[in-house]
């Protein structure tokens, strides 16, 4: 099956510096990768995906990349803020459309 | 606009006892749902899926059953607690046949004593 790897475990940036999360995925037929922001004892909630015919994505201070050579994946937050601090989970999903998370990534941003 | 509705939201339950856990989906029909458990760490462990009624897929072998008695109704169960299975545990849906996000409940936060 798929088996997704998410780095770091623990981020910690300054205020608005930028914060890069990555993940690769194994499966080669995986197409479909979304991102989930998941505040503490909250649900995880879809902030940005993207599809395997598309190479980057972006939505304000949000942008996702797609290398599907190397099967890895990426988040970019630029200009980060406190109420950026969360876990954020990529994930990759494929014909079976159940979805494979990462571990999670726990950014933390000091004011 | 579809919708999903997860309860209890927390739930404090002794050694022993048994478990239900019920999640609800509203506005769409055939959804793929599932169950996942979030331990003290941080990852989402896949516990069940199911794509149709009486079609559920477990993931990992535990103490843990799941039904789905109606098209939009998944419950998660359990005879016999473990203190093991204290944990988030979140139901979510996704659009059978599409490739698309995945929508998750509020979460169950469950603490066996």
């Known amino acids: 099956g798929e088996n997704v790897e998410q780095h770091p475990s623990t981020l910690s940036v300054q205020e608005g510096d930028s914060a890069v999360i990555k993940c690769t995925y194994s499966?080669?037929?995986?197409?479909?990768f979304p991102w989930y922001k998941q505040e503490l004892g909250k649900r995880p909630q879809l902030i940005i995906d993207?599809?395997?015919?598309?190479g980057e994505k972006k939505d304000q201070r949000i942008a996702v990349t797609l290398n599907k050579t190397a099967k890895h994946f990426s988040l970019h937050i630029t200009e980060t803020q406190p109420e950026d601090s969360a876990v954020y989970f990529c994930?990759?999903?494929?014909?079976?459309?159940?979805?494979?998370f990462g571990r999670g990534t726990s950014l933390i941003v000091h004011p | 606009s579809q919708t999903i509705h997860q309860w209890p939201a927390t739930l404090v339950q002794p050694v022993g006892s048994p478990l239900s856990l019920e999640c609800t989906v509203e506005?769409?029909?055939?959804?793929?749902l599932y169950w996942y458990r979030q331990a003290a760490g941080r990852g989402l462990q896949l516990l069940f899926y199911?794509?149709?009624?009486?079609?559920i897929s477990s993931e990992v072998p535990q103490n843990l059953s799941a039904s789905r008695p109606q098209d939009r109704q998944f419950i998660l169960s359990s005879k016999k607690l473990l203190l093991s299975d204290s944990g988030f545990y979140l139901c979510?849906?996704?659009?059978?046949?599409?490739?698309?996000?995945?929508?998750f409940g509020q979460g169950t936060r469950l603490t066996v004593v």
């Open positions: 979510a849906w996704n659009r059978a046949g599409r490739n698309t996000e995945a929508f």
């Open positions: 499966d080669s037929a995986s197409n479909y």
């Open positions: 993207i599809r395997s015919n598309v």
């Open positions: 994930a990759a999903t494929k014909g079976s459309y159940i979805p494979t």
């Open positions: 506005g769409t029909s055939n959804p793929n």
């Open positions: 199911s794509i149709g009624i009486d079609q």
